[in-house]
């Protein structure tokens, strides 16, 4: 069964780039079957789909983070990675890592962790 | 933008039945599967409901989806509800290669 785990500096100053790394377990980054994506959520607000990558690099995002948004592999250690760069307050948030199939079914999600952006 | 818009809370009884909408912004919701996920505080969203009207392994049968074309719109309804149902529940669909949640309805049981 597949397992999700978030990790990366919990406080970001603002301008600089968010980096957080998510940990597959139970299976492998490389299958054909699946999409490996980046949700987050502000304190006390709903969820924003930040972007999806293929194994074999291929990437989607959203509109509207895309200018600011790399997410990248690495089936070496069954890792995928989110970069979010010039960040403001406005990016504090929990940041999950999930799943999903070409239907776009986010299943499972990482426990999620908290980025603050702030000086 | 394709948007999904549900209403901001609901409140019913336990026991009772809920009915939570999610109406797209344009085009036809049908076109794409929806999804509902449950959060509860401090958890991350659980599936409850996918591919429209699917129930994962371990989700009671009091939970069902549907689709309605005529209003452009996804339903979750929870039959004999409980105190534990309480929660966030945020509709997913997918569109033009974007994935676009809800803004989320908050459930409360009393």
């Known amino acids: 069964q597949l397992q999700l785990q978030e990790s990366g500096p919990g406080l970001v100053k603002p301008s600089e780039t968010l980096s957080l790394t998510c940990t597959v377990s139970?299976?492998?980054?490389?299958?054909?079957?699946?999409?490996w994506g980046w949700i987050r959520q502000p304190p006390g607000k709903g969820l924003e789909w930040i972007g999806s990558i293929y194994y074999s690099g291929s990437t989607y995002y959203n509109p509207s983070l895309k200018s600011r948004v790399t997410i990248s592999v690495d089936t070496s250690k069954n890792q995928f990675s989110l970069k979010l760069s010039s960040v403001t307050a406005a990016d504090t948030a929990v940041y999950y890592c999930?799943?999903?199939?070409?239907?776009?079914?986010?299943?499972?999600w990482g426990q999620g962790t908290l980025v603050t952006v702030s000086s | 933008n394709f948007m999904l818009t549900q209403p901001h809370s609901v409140s019913e009884s336990p026991g009772k039945t809920v009915t939570i909408s999610c109406t797209g912004s344009?085009?036809?919701?049908?076109?794409?599967?929806v999804q509902w996920y449950q959060q509860r505080p401090g958890s991350a969203p659980t599936t409850v409901i996918y591919e429209d009207n699917q129930r994962p392994s371990g989700v009671p049968d009091r939970f069902s989806g549907s689709i309605d074309s005529s209003s452009n719109s996804a339903s979750l309804t929870i039959s004999g509800l409980k105190t534990e149902d309480e929660a966030d529940y945020y509709c997913?669909?997918?569109?033009?290669?974007?994935?676009?949640f809800g803004g989320g309805t908050k459930l409360t049981v009393l």
């Open positions: 139970g299976g492998s980054i490389s299958s054909s079957s699946y999409y």
């Open positions: 344009s085009g036809s919701i049908a076109s794409n599967y």
């Open positions: 997913q669909s997918y569109d033009s290669s974007t994935v676009v």
């Open positions: 999930a799943v999903h199939g070409d239907q776009n079914w986010f299943d499972p």
